[in-house]
């Protein structure tokens, strides 16, 4: 939905450079935790950049603002130690739709059991096309990495938003990926662990597959769990999905050329009408000579992290929080475009009928 996309892109990075230009106001010598906020105020949306203007000690007053960086002061000691150099937080967004013809289409073949090509076609080319616009943000300032990329999926505006942020770095072993920026997801301690036994992230790898229980093996399963027990037919299809979604990453992985995917992570989404979406998603990395931390072992102030011991109740015009049930809601399943169109070619056919009773009577 390219209206949708634009917009909500040109209001962060309208943020973005006003949040910049404080920074440098107030004599930052860099941006440190940046990230985005999203309110909803009814008709209109408002966007938020947050971060931390942050200065060396030693710095001169002119010192000119030479960073971003999506890492807070633990996460940026970790970059910089895992030789490193942040350049500018990066962000790209994506935000879909089912549409009309692929629910209708996803909801016949949701009839039977097994992969919706439909539903992992749209979903799987919308998570690459994110990735896809992060890393062309990294090459406009000749970057050949993309690190610490956080990914967020969210409703917005009657459709869905996928939202990556990390921050543009450059490596010196990482050069021959200029043109094609290496990305990862792994945080920024587990990207020193992974750089210490001399490894470096070269993509973030994704898999998806959507798939359908099925008319009758729902009616089956639905029997089966109010005897209780394993609902067998439930448990084939979920391993089924799972091993579908990580077989992709692999072949991804191995294209990419790897030695092997670290940090994978299972996202399941339920669609609704019977439809799950399971998305796997890691970091492939590739042991490179000569590689290493600066420092043999990291620091504990760089492990320390500050945990929230006050927690409001969540305020739901807040839109930047990633909601697993946000697909469901959005989107409401195949079976209600289903539905709809069974009762409009009910009222069709009593018309018909009517018409046809009318017409004999004359």
């Not at 966007?47 to 203007?53: P, Y």
């Not at 960086?69 to 937080?89: I, K, M, N």
């Not at 320390?304 to 909601?323: G, K, W, Y």
Request: with cysteine; net charge neutral.
């Amino acid at each position: 939905m390219t209206e949708i996309t634009k917009l909500v892109y040109e209001g962060r990075k309208d943020a973005y450079m006003r949040m910049l230009e404080e920074a440098k106001q107030s004599g930052g010598a860099g941006l440190a935790g940046v990230s985005f906020d999203l309110v909803n105020h009814g008709s209109n949306l408002e966007f938020i950049a947050l971060g931390s203007a942050v200065r060396r000690q030693a710095a001169q007053e002119s010192e000119a603002l030479s960073f971003s960086t999506s890492a807070s002061g633990q996460e940026l000691y970790c970059q910089v130690d895992a030789g490193f150099t942040p350049r500018t937080f990066v962000f790209g967004n994506v935000a879909y739709s089912i549409g009309v013809g692929g629910s209708i289409g996803g909801a016949f073949r949701g009839l039977k059991r097994g992969e919706v090509p439909q539903y992992t076609k749209i979903f799987d080319q919308t998570r690459h096309l994110a990735l896809s616009r992060v890393k062309e943000n990294a090459r406009r300032v000749k970057a050949n990495a993309v690190i610490g990329i956080e990914t967020s999926i969210m409703p917005l505006l009657g459709a869905q938003e996928m939202l990556m942020m990390g921050t543009a770095s450059s490596h010196p072993a990482l050069a021959g990926y200029q043109d094609d920026p290496a990305t990862s997801d792994l945080t920024n301690e587990e990207l020193w662990n992974v750089v210490n036994l001399g490894y470096l992230p070269i993509s973030l790898v994704m898999g998806v597959s959507v798939y359908a229980l099925g008319l009758a093996s729902g009616v089956a399963s639905i029997a089966k769990s109010l005897l209780g027990g394993n609902v067998q037919t439930l448990t084939e299809l979920l391993y089924e999905a799972r091993e579908k979604a990580l077989e992709r990453v692999e072949i991804a992985a191995e294209q990419a050329g790897a030695d092997e995917v670290v940090g994978a992570k299972t996202r399941i989404y339920d669609l609704g009408g019977g439809l799950v979406e399971f998305m796997v998603i890691g970091t492939a990395v590739k042991k490179f000579p000569n590689v290493s931390t600066v420092r043999p072992d990291l620091i504990p102030q760089a492990v320390i992290q500050d945990r929230e011991t006050f927690v409001e109740a969540r305020n739901e015009t807040r839109l930047s929080q990633p909601n697993a049930t946000s697909a469901r809601r959005t989107q409401k399943g195949p079976l209600t475009i289903l539905v709809t169109l069974l009762i409009f070619a009910f009222y069709v056919l009593k018309a018909l009928v009517i018409r046809h009773i009318a017409h004999h009577a004359r």
